[in-house]
Structures are given as structure tokens and as C-alpha cells.
């Protein structure tokens, strides 16, 4: 049996929209073999997945066996998922990265990581969220002509850091949160943005702590997605008042994230919401070979 760990992720944080993204300490658990035929799906988990054909683990897999043209097997799965769904941190990437994995080793291809990573950012559209899943940290990616080209940055002062998570009691589907972003922007946002993921990046590389609540500033998306989230700007003047170094919304939301040196920061959040403070996960889904 193969057992596959991978990380929740949170993308675009702030002005990297579609581009940055880093790996956090909360797990999905897919446990997979092959059985003679049909497909078997146990969920170990508190949330409701698919069972059936629709499971986004099993499609990945199937489409990976069609790209490379070999025989799907039977099918046993096992789902663990700690990573909330459509709350913007990554249970879709982990799906695809999981499912990834899973087909690689079973069908004996041996792709590497890096090819991995162009088909999962090709499935989702973008790598933001694939690419610290696959690699951990936190990671820069960009389609350009066709190619795939990331990087995972080199954070020393990483682990010093706390990300106070806040998730919110309902749903947003990306799908949502990205009908109503603009199709046009003016060239004073796309420059406001371009300079503040410049100096997010030079912020975290750098250790420059100070500088994270002027580079997590944001024109693309966050002034949009705000309308679908209810207490979005007293969540996000909450967090400073508190003594955040930053707050930016995880992926398309709702989730928001502010960014502290302790976990003992009390940011005061409605009573049906959870806050919990996660740490930086360095090392990306993980694939182990087990007896059971």
C-alpha cells in the first residue's frame, strides 16, 4: 500500500495572485493499492467526500493513466482529510497533487516532481497552489510559452514565523470568488501590485518582517472577494489591531490568514469561527511505501 501526506497550501497571499503560495502543517492522508477491479473509497475523515467516480483523487489518477496510455487498475483508497474544503486552503491542489503521486508510482512512469508539478498547474490553471504542495515552503511559479517555471524561496527566518488561521462558518467556491474579479485592470493596480509582490518577496527572503504589512497590499483580488465575506475588513482590522505583521485572504477565501511572530496572539473572531495557528510545512507531500 502507498500512503501519501500532503499539505494544505495557501495562494496568491496578498499581491501574488495566480503565482505565489506556501505549504502549511495540516495534512490530507490518501492510503491507495490496487485491487483486482472497480474502485473502493473509504473516507477516515470528518467531512464528506465522493466515493464514486467523481472523487477528485480518482479522476486525477485516471486522467494520468489516459495521458500516459496504460491500463487503469482496480482501485482501494483511503482518505484521511484534515484540509477544509472550499475554504481557500488548497484541498483541491492536495486532491491533484495525492492523485499525482499515487498514479506516478502505481503505473511505474517515474516522472519527476517538476513534470508532476506542469500537470497539476495545467489542471488547475495556475501553480500556485501545487507547487508548495508538491515542494513545500513557500514558492513563485509562472506558465510562460507553454513551460513551467517556479522557485521555492529561500525564507531563512521562515520558522520564526506564526500564521493565525481564521476560517470562516460557510463556503466560497473558486469558482465564485473568481466571477466577480474585474476583466481589466488600470495600470495604476497592476503596478500597485507588481511593486508589493516585488517587496513581499524581498520581505521573506530578506527577513524584513517589518515591511509584510505593506507588501501583503492587494488590488486584484482582495478588494472583490471582500463583498462575499462577511466581516472580511473587521477580521483584517482585528488581526493589526492585535499586533498581526500582516493579514491577506488564503486563496479565494473565505479563509483569512494573519501573519505573527507568537502563537499567543488573541484575535477576537466571531463564535462560529475557528482560529488555529499553523506552522510552515518545509518538505512538501511525502510518499511512503507501508505494509498496511
Not at 486552503?89 to 498514479?103: P, R
Not at 497552489?129 to 513545500?136: E, V
Not at 506564526?162 to 473558486?174: D, E, G, M, Q, R
Request: charged share 20%; net charge neutral.
Amino acid at each position: 500500500m502507498i500512503k501519501i501526506t500532503t499539505p494544505a497550501t495557501s495562494a496568491n497571499m496578498g499581491p501574488g495572485f495566480d503565482c505565489m503560495g506556501m505549504a502549511f502543517k495540516l495534512y490530507n492522508t490518501l492510503r491507495i493499492e490496487t485491487q483486482e477491479s472497480g474502485l473502493l473509497i473509504e473516507n477516515w475523515s470528518d467531512q464528506t467526500i465522493p466515493t464514486y467516480s467523481n472523487n477528485l483523487i480518482y479522476a486525477t489518477i485516471k486522467d494520468f493513466f489516459n495521458l500516459i496510455g496504460k491500463k487503469l487498475p482496480g482501485l482501494h483508497m483511503i482518505q484521511d482529510d484534515h484540509i477544509p474544503m472550499t475554504r481557500g486552503l488548497g484541498s483541491s491542489a492536495a486532491c491533484i497533487v495525492s492523485g499525482l503521486l499515487a498514479a506516478n508510482e502505481l503505473s511505474g512512469e517515474r516522472l519527476s516532481r517538476e513534470q508532476l508539478l506542469k500537470i497539476a498547474a495545467e489542471t488547475e490553471g495556475h501553480p500556485d497552489n501545487a507547487a508548495p504542495a508538491l515542494f513545500g515552503g513557500i514558492t513563485v511559479g509562472a506558465m510562460h510559452h507553454g513551460q513551467l517555471y517556479y522557485s521555492r524561496l529561500n525564507v531563512p527566518k521562515l520558522n520564526e514565523l506564526h500564521f493565525a488561521v481564521i476560517i470562516p462558518n460557510f463556503y466560497l467556491s473558486t469558482e465564485k470568488a473568481r466571477k466577480i474579479l474585474p476583466t481589466h485592470y488600470t495600470r495604476a493596480d497592476a503596478v500597485y501590485n507588481i511593486s508589493r509582490a516585488a517587496l513581499l518577496t524581498a520581505a521573506l527572503t530578506g527577513g524584513d518582517f517589518e515591511l509584510l504589512r505593506a507588501a501583503f497590499g492587494d488590488r486584484i483580488h482582495q478588494p472583490y472577494r471582500r463583498e462575499l465575506i462577511p466581516g472580511f475588513k473587521e477580521i483584517f482590522d482585528a488581526a493589526y489591531a492585535s499586533g498581526a505583521l500582516g493579514v491577506f485572504l488564503s486563496g479565494a477565501g473565505p479563509t483569512i490568514i494573519a501573519v505573527t511572530t507568537s502563537n499567543t496572539i488573541r484575535i477576537p473572531v466571531p463564535d462560529d469561527w475557528i482560529l488555529s495557528f499553523l506552522k510552515p510545512d518545509q518538505n512538501g507531500a511525502r510518499l511512503e511505501i507501508c505494509s498496511s
